[in-house]
């Protein structure tokens, strides 16, 4: 389950052309599981009308604080009391003003102000001209914004309504989920610093011809996006794969299984978990050509000399900081039969202290796994799920067992 199904979250719209996106924004929270309830301000509804986000959220929507469907007469009260998390998306500059005031004049910043603030968080999605927004005046409202607790998002850079360009559009409505799926996450891995390998290596031939794998990288991915989603600091070392940079995320993107070696074991040194889900190539091929190999009628077929490459899992778990206890390391073992015997066989030999275990055919390239964790106490399952949803369970398997084994 990702952490936004099931939540209820206020979406709140201030002034500025970016509600257009609040449209789709609505939409996206919905699928992701969310129950929305639309808050707009005055200034709001000259951009889009509350019969649009009404159509979408399938709700009501409020704009003012005396609106007299609330029996009560307290929409501010009422609407927060049962919400987990209020979004104000698009956040002008002049409703992140008043709102670091405390101000309340209408109903989206009094229902900003008397939500309870230790079990409602408040999500702020900024717009603006990129004067606006670095005007002094809005760089310290937003740095008061965040001492007072509330969460602050970046903004996009890029051509803007005005016909300006630069830093200030509203980020995009799939970067707005991701940021609330994070804050709607347990903090399970908060201050923890994760590597993650990903994708397959690229084994060059010549300089058009490479061996390579069918891994996919989207176990990898989607480990790293919800390490991010705990709260952790991620890099991501990746070979080629068809996939954007996950949120949050450092990637550093690499090619053979040289490069990769070298990037992981200079990173280990800077983090407190290695996650290896990359499918590395076993061997290279031993003498690259500079040069396209020809074929010419009647030639025989190149005869191809292999070396081992270096098994990057295990070195880092030979290193000085995973045996100091400082470094956590996860393998990845896809199989094509005995899974269970197999992947107890490679923990040992890798020498780490979890061996997640997969089938090869079955997860390669596909949205879908399952997953066999091996440990020193036995092995449990994670049964077939989306790679997003177990990378969100493996995540929290990770985290739960990390006290233990930094205390050794
Ligand atoms: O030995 P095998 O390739 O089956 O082991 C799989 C695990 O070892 C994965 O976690 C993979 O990322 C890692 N590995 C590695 N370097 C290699 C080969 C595998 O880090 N050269």
Redesign the pocket.
């Known amino acids: 389950m990702n952490a936004i199904w099931g939540k209820k979250i206020v979406l709140g719209l201030s002034g500025g052309i970016a509600c257009y996106k609040a449209a789709e924004l609505c939409r996206l929270l919905i699928k992701a599981g969310a129950q929305v309830q639309v808050v707009m301000t005055e200034s709001a509804a000259q951009f889009i009308t509350p019969v649009t986000m009404q159509a979408l959220s399938n709700k009501e929507v409020f704009t003012s604080q005396w609106d007299a469907r609330a029996s009560n007469n307290m929409a501010h009260i009422n609407l927060t009391r049962e919400a987990d998390l209020v979004l104000v998306a698009p956040a002008s500059a002049d409703f992140m003003a008043k709102l670091l005031h405390g101000q309340a004049d209408e109903l989206l910043s009094l229902l900003c102000l008397a939500r309870p603030i230790a079990s409602c968080p408040l999500v702020l999605a900024p717009a603006m001209n990129r004067e606006m927004w670095q005007h002094p005046a809005t760089v310290r409202n937003v740095a008061q914004l965040s001492r007072d607790g509330a969460h602050v998002l970046g903004v996009g850079a890029g051509d803007q309504a005005c016909g300006e360009s630069g830093d200030g559009r509203m980020l995009e409505p799939e970067e707005i989920v991701q940021e609330v799926a994070r804050v709607l996450t347990p903090p399970t891995l908060l201050g923890r610093r994760v590597l993650v390998?990903a994708g397959p290596t690229w084994e060059a031939i010549d300089p058009v011809r490479a061996i390579t794998n069918r891994s996919s990288g989207k176990m990898g991915y989607a480990l790293a996006s919800a390490a991010w989603r705990a709260g952790a600091q991620v890099t991501l070392v990746s070979g080629p794969v068809a996939l954007p940079a996950p949120r949050g995320v450092s990637r550093i993107l690499v090619e053979s299984?040289k490069q990769m070696h070298e990037a992981i074991m200079a990173g280990a040194q800077q983090h407190d978990v290695f996650i290896?889900?990359?499918?590395?190539?076993?061997w290279r091929v031993k003498d690259f050509s500079a040069h396209k190999i020809k074929k010419t009628p009647g030639s025989a077929a190149p005869q191809l000399e292999f070396i081992q490459?270096?098994?990057?899992?295990?070195s880092v778990a030979l290193g000085e900081r995973a045996q100091a206890h400082a470094l956590y390391c996860v393998?990845?073992?896809?199989e094509t039969q005995d899974l269970a015997r197999y992947a107890h066989e490679?923990r040992l030999a890798?020498g780490v202290p979890l061996m997640v275990g997969n089938w090869g055919p079955a997860t390669f390239g596909l949205d879908d796994n399952e997953l066999l964790l091996v440990d020193e106490h036995g092995s449990s399952t994670l049964p077939k799920a989306s790679k997003d949803e177990l990378a969100q369970q493996l995540v929290a398997e990770i985290a739960q067992r990390l006290p233990s084994f930094f205390q050794l």
């Open positions: 390998s299984a290896a889900t990359a499918a590395v190539a076993d490459n270096p098994d990057i899992l295990a393998g990845f073992a896809a490679k890798k």
